[in-house]
């Protein structure tokens, strides 16, 4: 791979970090002065967003956006800090010094540091920076120059530069030191630093769970577990390797007591995710974390163990159906009596028979893990139901109804029965009527038989609303009849168009009572009969002249038929609306006169209301 611009090998392998600064992270814009353990400076050190020449801040955010670009942290920590560094005008120092002390001599390290140019436009002296490890007495082991940090035209960037070194024989504390090739000034050499680290470095090492292929995972299922072998390639590049495996307990890589061979066996009980690696270094230091190299993490899942419950609607009747229940997962088998299988979560069997019954098992399988579970399933016999002979009765009557078959015995509806929880009630319905009785066994099985009452209407005559006419009209009677196979007739059979049929045209002239028979066919009951009133009026005649002048001739006004209107309103008025003559009914005919006193002759208006609906309004001349 490429890193900044020195190439490194892939077939490499690192270890943990020795060092690891990424500045921390807070809730504030800046976190103070470089602190003891994080390293050193000669810069100064300033709370501004924008520190001047010579000068540095440790901050989340650059806010300088005419200048710099705009930028938070690489660690990506939320709030996370970085360096940001503004070079001296006058002269190049070290920005950065740090001491890593408790290292392996002959031990390869691997240095990086992720560093970007701040400035947005002009460059008149880009950051270019020389990595040095040097003894503490001063002398360099080894540096690295980046070279120029390029102007960024389209955003901020942060660049990975990283190099390797090995220990002389003898060292086992360094000096790591950044510093500036190039002058500051406005605008130059602007930078911000972040994610230094320092880790072993040494031959690859690959691990897997297999010994023909680099395979890094596994997964089983607690209670089904198989043990692993862990395997890896001997590392070349030592003189005299050593190794030793080591499993992670939540963040931390624990040294796995006695497991320092290039294989080891695992096989853990518990569910969970368990994650293992070898780590390796010449055997003298192979006991110090910052010497060694780890290989590529082996994930070994476990899930849980796969419970699982098979049920049945069990006991059931014959002729029901079986329905079977599994505790979900992602595939099903079932096996059962006569043959029965199916690959569904919920299998039923329609229509079971006694020959069904048994032990159903289910296998359940959900990712790695199956497991299986069996339920019995009881099937008893159904009872035979017998509810007898459908039976006729007239209406009021009762009959004896008889079921067998069972031992217990319901029936329904339960209208018109004696006992609806006995084999043998009594049933008096209204209309007919189909009962079912439901017949239970000894083992709640059930089964049912129906019988129809039919029965028989007595007769039921109703001769409508009486009528009323006027003489020489006609009507027509509204009569009904119920019951079983009736016939009927009317009488008196007088004016009527037809005294068999129910709505005949009856033509009176006179007040008349007409009565409705109706007679079963079938022997249920009496002959039932209804009257119908038919009111006949008269038709009034209503003179327009009279002469009350004592002569005997004509001397009232004579309505005739009137009288027959026992509720009628007559009213007379003058011309002038007064009223002159009231009356209800008309029992005494208008003689003439207005409390007793003669009205003079000449025109008077009057209105007639019958109260059947019809009035009559005109005039009427009245002479002395």
């Not at 190439?7 to 060092?19: E, K, M, R």
């Not at 540091?113 to 503490?136: C, K, Q, V, Y």
């Not at 229940?325 to 006569?338: D, E, F, H, V």
């Not at 026992?566 to 008309?586: A, H």
């Amino acid at each position: 791979m490429i890193i900044g611009s020195l190439q490194i090998s892939n077939a490499q392998s690192l270890g943990d970090p020795v060092v690891h600064i990424t500045f921390g992270s807070g809730t504030t814009t800046h976190a103070g002065a470089l602190p003891a353990d994080s390293g050193s400076t000669s810069y100064t050190y300033t709370s501004a967003d924008f520190p001047s020449d010579g000068s540095y801040t440790i901050e989340n955010t650059t806010n300088s956006p005419n200048i710099w670009w705009t930028t938070t942290d690489h660690t990506g920590n939320t709030g996370g800090y970085m360096m940001v560094v503004n070079a001296s005008v006058s002269k190049t120092d070290y920005f950065y010094k740090r001491e890593v002390d408790g290292l392996c001599s002959g031990t390869t390290y691997q240095f990086s540091a992720w560093i970007g140019n701040l400035l947005r436009s002009r460059d008149i002296s880009p950051p270019n920076i020389t990595f040095s490890i040097e003894t503490t007495a001063g002398a360099v082991i080894q540096s690295y120059n980046t070279g120029t940090v390029a102007l960024q035209t389209a955003g901020f960037k942060w660049i990975q530069y990283a190099f390797n070194f090995t220990l002389p024989a003898g060292t086992s504390n360094i000096i790591i030191k950044m510093s500036n090739n190039s002058n500051g000034g406005a605008p130059a050499n602007d930078l911000a630093l972040d994610d230094i680290t320092f880790s072993p470095y040494g031959p690859s090492m690959v691990a897997s769970f297999s010994t023909t292929s680099a395979t890094t995972t596994a997964t089983e299922c607690a209670g089904q577990t198989q043990a692993y072998t862990l395997t890896a390639q001997p590392a070349s590049g030592y003189t005299s390797p050593a190794y030793q495996w080591q499993v992670k307990t939540g963040t931390t890589w624990v040294d796995i007591a006695g497991a320092t061979t290039l294989s080891y066996k695992v096989n853990p009980t518990a569910a969970g995710t368990y994650e293992y690696r070898i780590t390796t270094a010449e055997s003298a230091n192979i006991s110090s974390e910052s010497c060694r190299v780890a290989s590529n993490v082996l994930t070994l899942t476990v899930n849980s163990a796969l419970v699982i419950t098979a049920g049945a609607n069990s006991p059931l009747c014959s002729g029901n159906t079986l329905n079977l229940t599994a505790t979900s997962g992602t595939s099903y088998s079932w096996t059962g009596p006569n043959g029965f299988t199916s690959k569904l979560q919920n299998p039923t069997i329609a229509a079971i028979t006694t020959a069904a019954a048994g032990d159903y098992t289910v296998t359940v399988t959900n990712g790695t893990c199956s497991a299986s579970s069996t339920t019995a399933v009881k099937v008893y016999e159904q009872p035979v139901a017998s509810a007898g002979s459908d039976v006729t009765i007239c209406e009021g009557d009762s009959t004896p109804l008889t079921a067998s078959g069972g031992l217990s015995y319901s029936w329904q509806p339960t209208t018109g029965l004696s006992d609806p929880g006995i084999a043998n009630p009594v049933a008096s319905p209204t209309d007919t009527t189909t009962y079912t009785v439901t017949v239970s066994n000894s083992n709640a099985c059930t089964s049912t038989a129906s019988v129809t009452v039919n029965v028989l209407k007595k007769p039921v005559a109703n001769a409508g609303a009486d009528k009323e006419i006027t003489q020489g009209q006609s009507t027509t009677l509204s009569g009904s009849a119920k019951g079983t196979d009736v016939s009927y007739y009317w009488t008196p059979n007088t004016y009527l168009s037809d005294n068999t049929v129910l709505h005949p045209v009856a033509t009176p002239t006179e007040d008349i009572t007409y009565t409705l028979h109706v007679t079963s066919g079938v022997g249920c009951g009496t002959e039932a009969t209804d009257d119908v009133f038919v009111r006949v009026y008269k038709t009034i005649t209503i003179p327009n002249t009279f002469t009350p002048n004592s002569d005997g001739t004509n001397d009232t006004w004579n309505i005739k038929a009137l009288d027959t209107y026992p509720e009628s309103l007559t009213q007379v008025f003058d011309r002038y609306g007064g009223i002159v003559f009231k009356s209800i009914g008309y029992a005494i005919p208008w003689d003439g006169t207005y409390h007793n006193k003669n009205v003079p002759t000449g025109t008077y208006y009057y209105l007639i209301d019958l109260k059947n609906g019809k009035k009559f309004s005109g005039w009427v001349l009245l002479v002395r």
